[in-house]
């Protein structure tokens, strides 16, 4: 593969692989709820994609999923205003401050690729522990708790360009501070305030955005449309949750190695 200035594909039929995979990614994602920043690396990882490129294309394509999610929960009236500003208060400025750390290839990778790893798993046990309720009716997040949960993934998610969400979520859902559908919600604000956050942070780095990035915007548009509007309502998310924990996996591994 050819890369321009060791960041950008120059090739036509790449462009128009990534635009389908990222379709396809959006689409998964949003109808568990997330926006998919981990699944954007873990395509461009595939083809070789430098990190730079990675990160600012990730964070791009990530706030306008976490857009359309939270538009969606917004519309349903699941979003609840006390469960979300404490997780973005510190959330929002340390993203920002991870946005403009570069890490160097040979640590963002294995960094990265652990992510992603961990990522797989939680997919993997969400999907396997699918159905499971807690007893207990699930409370709002202790203001504490929830700035310093905020921050520690505003930094991680900042700086590796993952959004932040799939980490917050197992967080909320292990803690008992919300129920799935407010679990969600919370964690569409998260990505949508931290991806921009970070992506502002990552301003220096705007130039090795892939020219293709429209196509994939209007690509990922639609998957999160689509996936948004039915995954929530007809399709199970044990099969969706699945096929992502083996991607993940598959990704994280490469990139660990």
């Not at 998957?223 to 039915?230: E, K, L, P, Q, T």
Request: glycine share 12%; aromatic share 10%; charged share 5%.
């Amino acid at each position: 593969m050819k890369l321009n200035g060791g960041a950008l594909p120059t090739l036509d039929n790449e462009a128009i692989w990534l635009g389908s995979a990222f379709l396809g990614i959006a689409l998964i994602y949003a109808a568990v709820g997330q926006a998919g920043a981990s699944g954007y690396i873990a395509a461009m990882a595939l083809l070789g994609f430098a990190p730079l490129a990675m990160k600012t294309t990730a964070l791009a394509l990530n706030l306008l999923v976490a857009a359309i999610g939270t538009f969606y929960f917004f519309r349903a009236r699941r979003l609840s205003w006390r469960n979300v500003y404490p997780f973005a208060v510190l959330g929002f400025p340390f993203s920002l401050l991870g946005g403009a750390v570069q890490l160097p290839e040979a640590v963002y990778f294995p960094v990265v690729g652990v992510i992603l790893i961990l990522s797989s798993l939680q997919m993997a046990r969400t999907a396997i522990g699918k159905g499971a309720t807690s007893a207990a009716s699930p409370s709002a997040p202790p203001f504490w708790g929830a700035l310093a949960t905020g921050a520690v993934i505003g930094c991680v998610s900042g700086t590796t360009g993952t959004g932040g969400g799939v980490f917050l979520a197992p967080v909320i859902l292990a803690m008992n501070w919300g129920t799935a559908h407010q679990t969600a919600a919370t964690t569409a604000v998260y990505n949508l305030m931290n991806s921009a956050a970070a992506l502002l942070g990552a301003y220096a780095y705007w130039g090795q955005i892939p020219a293709s990035l429209p196509g994939w915007l209007l690509a990922v548009a639609v998957g999160g449309s689509i996936g948004a509007f039915v995954g929530s309502r007809y399709l199970s998310e044990r099969w969706l949750r699945g096929i992502l924990a083996l991607l993940l996996l598959v990704s994280g591994v490469k990139l660990v190695l």
